[in-house]
Structure formats: structure tokens, C-alpha cells
């Protein structure tokens, strides 16, 4: 196929699902080694990058995230940037100021989020790899509900420099991908050291021995709260998992409960901070009355152009902050964090890793999302947030199909700087599970 | 949720809000804080969770150095007189 039928095709594509902001839309893919989209918060010096907020449209960084320059020099080429919600903040990509992609299997439903878009991307286009950001789960809910594998590293395993911050101590760079190998190939690439990120200088060296998996651990609280068709995948995928010698054991974790709350008051609370720079000036947005006083001028950018979802986590964030309100929900959010760390590490003592489904249930239409409450929402998260409240990596691997036709994901999570053990479990599930492409007919 | 509350967060927010949404928030966040009081009965842990790892010192020298060009960084921004355009202070 020509360099311009390629696009073509690109584009067609993205009118279908609208999983880009930008993208390539002509110009020559030269003798680029392969093809990779990133999620619209990572900056790139070639496309716009607004985090899904019409605060930043129109903003052009001067210089790549070195996730992005780390594939460019492997020979990757960049020809998209990806939909989400704004700066992160939901579970279905219906938060963007820049319409919403679609999911593969049914038009009709959420691509899940926060990265949505490039989970889109990864089931749509062939042979292709997407980065994504995961902060409360926005990497393994929309590897669920669009179908691909998703990984996201230990905290700090990637650079985060070019990322625009949602929650500093919880924002983790991964990948999404149709082929489980293409994540064993690109994480070591976009792995390591950066100066410019000094939490990523404390790693150990992620080193790929294919370390198999012996035994998983599944919390019974993680099950508890289920759609039925997604229980009845994941106790499929058990008994997969037992025939290939793995064992599975059910295990007590009460502390995950409480990682909800920690995490939306750590998220929000580091995001109300992080959104503070958004005042019309510098970036994206900036044409607005000069003869205001700055506080009027910095209000009527964030009330113009800041969406619904932002200014409820601003507000939330700002008041957990609060002296009075501090030691009740900050501190305690901190020490609930240790709590589950060392939850995590107790059950890792004996097993390889913990497993659950990834999402309670389907990809949900979008008539249904539009009558969820915030806290209705922020509960879909019950399952992805705890391993990433404590930094853990962990994996979404499809594992069903409902009669729908929609995906089914689980989720496995290792302890911290065991991505060698996630990444061959992909690898070895892939081998007997027959994984489901969306038709993509233009 | 107190509505006085919610209007002095959203002062220090730089967001105005009109009395519909001041009444949406308010009781948006006062479901989300309610959902939130579980932590009350949350063990308490002596260690430090501002990071999930530990994050060793990674202090360094102040050097400059100039990594981007000025005018580069400049290209987008409202600028008068080569300097970031903004609002009156005083």
C-alpha cells in the first residue's frame, strides 16, 4: 500500500471512530520501521497536543515527551494523536473537548477512557501499538472494553517528561496493543532513566526473562458487584489459567475497599494544583480582555473553556486540600496508600500476582453513561484503581466475549518492578486465546 | 454540602459559577464526600505515601543550560516586546 493510500485509509478510519485529535493527513511515512499513536497528553513537537482540554487548543510544544522521542529513534513514526478526556478525568472518553471516539465493536458505546482513544487506535488500525497514560485505570479499562492487551508499568518505570500532569504520583506511561509482543518489544524501548523525570532514577533495569506466571491470587471482594456476563468470562478464564498450570486461590483483601476514596482525593487533589497554570496565558487559549484584573482574567478563561468534569475535580481536590479538611482526607488518603501497598505485598509473598476482571461490566452505551452519577462513575474504577493507587504494574488481557459481541478483560497485577512477569503472561495467554479483531468496515 | 463552602473553593479555584451549577456541585460533592467518609475507618500507616515507590535524592547541581531556543518557546505566546503578555496587576 502507497504512503498515500496508508492515509487515506487513516483518515477514513478516523471519521469512522474519531479517536484522533490530529494525525498525519499527508506527507510521506518515509522508511519508518513501524506506525504508533500516543494519547493526546504526551507532547510532540509535530501535532497539537491539548489533553482533551479546550483550554490547550492551539497549543504546539517545542519538543517530544521522551516516550515519544525514544520511538521515533527505534524508527517509529508518529501519525496520531489520541483522544481522552479532559486531562484525564473519566472512565468512558465522553469528557473530551473534542468530540468522542467510538467504540470498534458497537458505535453505539464507549471506547472507555481516559484513554480511549488510543485503545481505539490499537484495535483499529493493523499491527499498530498506541501509548496510552493510566492514572486511576485509564489504560486497562479501555484495553477492556475495546479488546487489546494494555500494560502499564511500575510507577517511574517511564519517563514522565512530556507528560502534562493529571496526578504527578500516580500518572504511568504504558502501551496498548492487539499483539501482546509488540508490548514485550516497545516497553524496554520507552523504559529508563531520564534526568528530566527524577522519579524515573530510582528502577531497577527491566530485564524480559519470560518468567511464567505459577500462581494468581484472586481477592474475593474483587468479584463481588459483577455483571454476570463478565463473571461468567473471568471464571472461564480461571479455568483456563488452571489448565495451563497455573494456580489460582482465592484470597481476602478488605483493605481494597478503601482505595477508592484515597485515590480520587490524591488524583484530584494533585490535579486541582497541576490545572492551576491554566489561566489563559503562555499556552493554547489566550485571547481575552487585558483590561480585566488578573483574577477576573484567569477566572474567565478557566470558567470559558474548562469542562464540567474538570471543574468538579478541581473543586473537590481544592477542598480536600483545605486546612480544616486536610488531616480527614489528604493525610488519610496518604497512609490508605501504604495500607494497600502492604496489602499487595502480603499476597505477593505467596503468589505471582493478583488477578480480577478489569471492568464490572461491558463497554456501557452512551445513553447509559449520560445518566450515571459522578459517584456512579467514579465506582466503575473499583477494580483498576487500588494497583494504581500503589504504583504497581498490571495488565489488562481480553477473556471473553459477551452475546453482545462485546470484549471482556482481565486484570493482573505484580509487584512493583515485575513488568517481566505481566508481559509473558500476555504472551503465554495469547497462545490459547483466541482474540477477536473488530471488523472495520469503511 | 455547604453552598458557602463550595462558592469560597471555587473563588480560590479562579471558576465562577452560576447558582445552577454552584447547586449541582454542591450536591455532587457532597454524594462524592459521602461516599468518601469509608476512610474514616481505614487503618492508619506511619509511612509516607506521598509516592508509591521510593524515590531516592536526586538532587543536583544548579547548571544553566539553554535547551530550547527562546523565540521556539516564544512562537505561540501573546508576547509584547518579546515578553509574555498578561493581565494588569494592580
Known amino acids: 500500500m502507497s504512503d498515500a493510500d496508508t492515509l487515506s485509509k487513516l483518515s477514513r478510519i478516523n471519521d469512522k471512530y474519531q479517536m484522533f485529535n490530529d494525525f498525519c493527513r499527508d506527507g510521506e511515512l518515509g522508511d519508518a520501521k513501524f506506525l504508533f499513536s500516543v494519547k493526546d497528553n504526551l507532547t510532540s513537537a509535530e501535532y497539537e497536543t491539548c489533553a482533551g482540554s479546550r483550554i490547550l ?12 522521542a525514544k520511538l521515533k529513534a527505534e524508527g517509529g513514526k508518529l501519525i496520531g494523536k489520541a483522544n481522552m478526556d479532559e486531562f484525564g478525568f473519566g472512565t468512558f472518553s465522553t469528557n473530551s473537548g473534542f468530540g468522542i471516539p467510538r467504540n470498534p465493536f458497537d458505535l453505539s458505546r464507549s471506547c472507555g477512557g481516559s484513554s480511549g482513544g488510543s485503545a481505539c487506535a490499537a484495535a483499529v488500525i493493523d499491527d499498530h501499538i498506541s501509548l496510552g497514560v493510566s492514572t486511576g485505570g485509564s489504560i486497562c479499562c479501555p484495553a477492556s472494553f475495546c479488546g487489546t492487551y494494555g500494560i502499564v508499568p511500575s510507577y517511574g518505570r517511564v519517563s514522565r517528561y512530556g507528560l502534562i500532569d493529571y496526578g504527578n504520583s500516580l500518572d504511568k506511561i504504558g502501551i496498548l496493543a492487539m499483539d501482546p509482543k509488540q508490548m ?14 527524577p522519579t524515573s532514577c530510582v528502577q531497577p533495569e527491566l530485564k524480559i526473562t519470560h518468567k511464567k506466571m ?3 491470587a484472586v481477592p474475593r471482594e474483587a468479584v463481588e458487584g459483577i455483571a454476570k456476563d463478565v463473571l461468567d468470562a473471568f471464571n472461564k478464564a480461571l479455568e483456563d489459567l488452571r489448565s495451563m498450570g497455573i494456580d489460582v486461590e482465592y484470597v481476602d483483601m478488605p483493605e481494597l475497599k478503601y482505595a477508592m476514596p484515597a ?19 503562555r499556552y493554547g487559549q489566550q485571547e481575552g480582555d487585558l483590561t480585566l484584573g488578573f483574577d477576573d482574567y484567569f477566572t474567565s478563561f478557566r470558567t470559558q473553556y474548562f469542562g ?16 480544616g479538611f486536610r ?8 497512609q490508605v496508600r501504604m495500607v494497600v501497598i502492604d496489602a499487595y505485598k502480603k499476597v505477593f509473598a505467596d503468589h505471582d500476582a493478583v488477578l480480577t476482571p478489569t471492568m464490572p461490566f461491558v463497554s456501557p452505551k452512551f445513553d447509559d453513561i449520560s445518566r450515571m452519577t459522578p459517584v456512579e462513575s467514579y465506582k466503575a474504577d473499583f477494580l483498576t484503581v487500588p494497583p494504581n493507587l500503589a504504583g504497581t504494574p498490571h495488565l489488562n488481557c481480553p477473556c471473553g466475549y459477551n452475546a453482545d459481541g462485546m470484549p471482556i478483560g482481565m ?22 486465546f483466541e482474540i477477536r479483531k473488530a471488523e472495520v468496515s469503511l | 454540602m455547604d453552598k458557602e463552602i463550595v462558592a469560597r473553593v471555587a473563588k480560590a479555584s479562579h471558576i465562577r459559577l452560576t447558582e445552577e451549577e454552584l447547586d449541582r456541585y454542591c450536591k455532587d460533592l457532597g454524594d462524592i464526600l459521602d461516599y468518601f467518609a469509608i476512610l474514616d475507618e481505614a487503618p492508619n500507616h506511619d509511612g509516607n505515601g506521598i509516592n508509591p515507590v521510593e524515590i531516592a535524592d536526586v538532587l543536583r547541581d544548579d547548571v544553566p543550560e539553554e535547551k530550547f531556543d527562546s523565540e521556539e518557546l516564544l512562537r505561540d505566546m501573546k ?3 518579546n515578553y509574555i503578555r498578561g493581565p494588569k496587576l494592580v
Open chain 1, 57 to 68: 487548543e492551539g497549543y504546539r510544544p517545542v519538543f517530544d515527551a521522551t516516550c515519544i
Open chain 1, 184 to 197: 514485550t518489544k516497545y516497553l524496554p524501548v520507552i523504559a529508563g532513566k531520564d534526568k528530566e523525570d
Open chain 1, 214 to 216: 505459577k500462581s494468581v
Open chain 1, 263 to 281: 485515590y480520587y482525593i490524591l488524583a484530584t487533589s494533585e490535579a486541582s494544583t497541576n490545572l492551576a497554570r491554566y489561566v489563559g496565558m
Open chain 1, 308 to 323: 464540567d468534569e474538570a471543574k468538579r475535580r478541581i473543586l473537590l481536590g481544592t477542598y480536600t486540600r483545605m486546612e
Open chain 1, 327 to 334: 488531616d480527614r482526607y489528604y493525610a488519610k488518603a496518604l
Open chain 1, 411 to 432: 486484570q493482573f497485577v505484580t509487584d512493583h518492578w515485575n513488568e517481566d512477569q505481566l508481559l509473558t503472561m500476555a504472551e503465554e495467554w495469547d497462545k490459547q
Open chain 2, 79 to 81: 508576547t509584547y516586546e
